[in-house]
């Protein structure tokens, strides 16, 4: 059973920072892109960041020159570092994986989302 468990969350004053993990776990080959998604109350939900197994990385403009992803493949992690928090970054955050659970085949998994509340 293949699954992500998000944790860092939290309440943080404007400015402050906060750091997200994601660790996956079960049987798999391995781990392509990961990333991180948001929902804010009444909102759609919003990509915000992914780094490919390689690497590479994409950010939402929101996130662009705040928000840092990274990953380490020895713990099946993946990491969102954020700074300069602002109220508008307030949202239940989650996680994503594409999972390679054969050979050839590849299932996307979820972590369980993480409330992010930025207040004064």
């Known amino acids: 059973q293949v699954q992500l468990v998000e944790s860092g969350g939290g309440l943080v004053q404007p400015g402050g920072s906060l750091r997200l993990s994601c660790a996956g776990s079960?049987?798999?080959?391995?781990?392509?892109?990961m990333g991180w998604y948001r929902q804010a109350s009444g909102k759609e939900r919003e990509l915000v960041a992914v780094?490919?197994?390689?690497?590479?990385?994409n950010y939402a403009d929101s996130a662009k020159g705040r928000f840092t992803i990274s990953r380490d493949n020895t713990k099946n992690t993946v990491y969102l570092q954020m700074n300069s928090l602002k109220l508008e970054d307030t949202a239940v955050y989650y996680c994503?994986?594409?999972?390679?659970?054969?050979?050839?085949?590849?299932?996307?998994?979820w972590g369980q989302g993480t409330q992010v509340t930025v207040s004064s």
């Open positions: 780094i490919t197994s390689g690497g590479s990385t």
């Open positions: 079960g049987s798999f080959f391995g781990i392509n892109d």
């Open positions: 994503y994986a594409d999972f390679r659970v054969t050979f050839r085949r590849t299932m996307q998994y």
